[in-house]
């Protein structure tokens, strides 16, 4: 059974980097399209970004280039940095897999809630 | 960037009866169209994609439906488990999801 687990600060300060890293147990993270997916009343559900082991990551455009997705198949984990976070990056973060590039069909983490707060 | 718009809000059915959600998508988005159900304190999970095929081990009570820039998702019998909140999802180019449809017992 494939499980993930999110984890990383639950409170980022305005302006900094906000990183958090999945950690998949069960399956290789070499299998699979591996996302980032957030939630907030404000935005309801965004799809941040995805990789896979064969190449960059591609990410929501409303990002503004803020965010960078890496896999390291070592440890098999993959990790998201979203760069001068705001307010209105406070959400619940979760991490899933796919083996589609563009549906989600899971698994999925249970996700962590960020606070952008000073 | 394509935007989808959910209707209604908020859709009180009677268990056993039959719930029809609505999303429309700004601009066509051919069959990329998928719709997931996210129950109170769960991640969502995948029920629909490509309009109407199902994923893997969705009940036959959910179907969907449309093409282009209207979809709709059908359960046809609501279950006590199918209270939830209903989200559509376009991938015709970076992936957007719609505001939610809540299901809730009337």
């Known amino acids: 059974q494939v499980q993930l687990q999110e984890s990383g600060p639950g409170l980022v300060k305005p302006s900094e980097t906000l990183s958090l890293t999945c950690t998949v147990s069960?399956?290789?993270?070499?299998?699979?399209?591996w996302s980032w997916i957030r939630q907030s009343a404000g935005k309801g559900l965004e799809w941040i970004g995805r990789i896979n082991i064969s190449g960059s990551g591609n990410y929501n455009p409303s990002l503004k280039s803020r965010g960078t997705m890496s896999i390291d198949t070592s440890t098999n984990q993959f990790s998201l940095k979203l760069t001068s976070v705001t307010a209105a990056d406070t959400a619940l973060y979760y991490c899933?897999?796919?083996?589609?590039?563009?549906?989600?069909?899971?698994?999925w983490g249970q996700g962590i809630v960020v606070t952008v707060s000073s | 960037e394509i935007v989808m718009s959910q209707s209604p809000a908020t859709l009180s059915v009677s268990p056993g009866e039959r719930a029809t959600l609505s999303c429309r998508a700004s601009q066509s988005v051919s069959s990329n169209v998928a719709w997931y159900q996210q129950k109170h304190g769960q991640a969502p999970r995948l029920l629909i994609y490509?309009?109407?095929t199902r994923a893997t081990g969705v009940p036959a009570r959910f179907s969907g439906r449309g093409s282009g820039t209207e979809f709709t998702l059908t359960i046809s019998s609501l279950q006590s488990e199918d209270f939830a909140v209903y989200y559509c999802?376009?991938?015709?180019?970076?992936?957007?999801f719609g505001g939610g449809t809540k299901v809730e017992i009337k």
């Open positions: 490509g309009v109407f």
């Open positions: 999802q376009h991938y015709n180019n970076w992936p957007a």
């Open positions: 899933a897999g796919s083996p589609h590039y563009d549906i989600l069909t899971g698994p």
């Open positions: 069960g399956a290789s993270i070499r299998n699979y399209y």
